[in-house]
């Protein structure tokens, strides 16, 4: 890699040489790696192939989850999230024991792997929310339930300098991860406040298809606000806003 100097900065590429603007000033290297159309004939790279068809599926896999509980996610989640959670898929993926590589698929992997995943690295929910909960996936009845016995917020909530509320929110969702289709029903406790006062029982049930046979998801987060004068506003962006997959269940 070279500098570029000059009154006139090259980008594109010159014979062998890419040029190209960086933080740090305009640079130039050679051209290198395998050509393509080798990689895709080649018996040397089939190795290469089969992960990326894996990859290929995890990535189509991570953007269907996130879309279904879109709602939720982008008032909590993390810059790198997408990265972290085709890498979950990936894991999934790889501990299907029935496909020959490459032909590993999410539907007979272990979806249950995801149980546990956090979607804002930087605020997890065990961190925020330190309330007993049960979470339960009926999938005969088609729901997802969150149950939160009464609680004293100030207590069992960790939250940001400023916060005056939060909400509890759950998502769930049915997923065909082949027919790349989803069922979700995302709903919410209302703004309550952060006090001493302990809550009534929350619960919050998300209706998806009755008997259904795809893998199915819960999901539960926390989301902070400010009151200010009448009005209630998001805190510092939803940085601290809490989300995570808390129950799984795979195909019936």
């Known amino acids: 890699m070279a500098r570029v100097g000059g009154i006139v900065p090259f980008k594109g590429t010159i014979g062998n040489i890419s040029f190209y603007k960086t933080k740090a000033g305009n640079l130039a290297r050679e051209k290198g790696g395998v050509d393509g159309s080798r990689i895709a004939k080649d018996p040397a790279f089939e190795r290469t192939r089969e992960n ?28 790198y999230v997408s ?43 065990g961190s925020t929310f330190y309330a007993p909960y049960v979470a339960t996936i009926d999938r005969a009845a088609g729901t997802a339930t969150i149950n939160v016995p ?71 987060g926390i989301e902070f606000f400010q009151r200010v004068n009448n009005g209630l506003y998001s805190l510092f962006n939803g940085a601290f806003n809490a989300l995570s997959i808390v129950a799984v269940s795979g195909t019936a």
């Open 150 to 220: 009464a609680f004293i917020p100030n207590n069992m909530i960790a939250a940001p300098e400023g916060a005056t509320h939060y909400k509890i929110f759950v998502g769930g969702a049915e997923i065909d991860f082949e027919g790349e289709t989803f069922v979700n029903n995302i709903l919410d406790s209302g703004e309550l406040p952060l006090d001493r006062v302990a809550t009534a029982p929350i619960v919050l049930s998300a209706v998806v298809t009755a008997n259904s046979t795809r893998p199915l998801f819960l999901a539960l």
């Open 52 to 79: 990326g068809e894996e990859f290929g599926r995890a990535g189509k896999a991570n953007k269907l989850l996130r879309t279904s509980l879109r709602a939720l996610v982008q008032n909590a989640s993390d810059s």
């Open 83 to 125: 990265g972290r959670l085709t890498s979950a898929f990936l894991k999934v993926i790889q501990a299907d024991q029935v496909s020959v590589r490459g032909k590993r698929n999410v539907i007979d992997g272990e979806v249950e792997l995801l149980r546990g995943f956090e979607f804002n690295a930087a605020s997890s929910l």
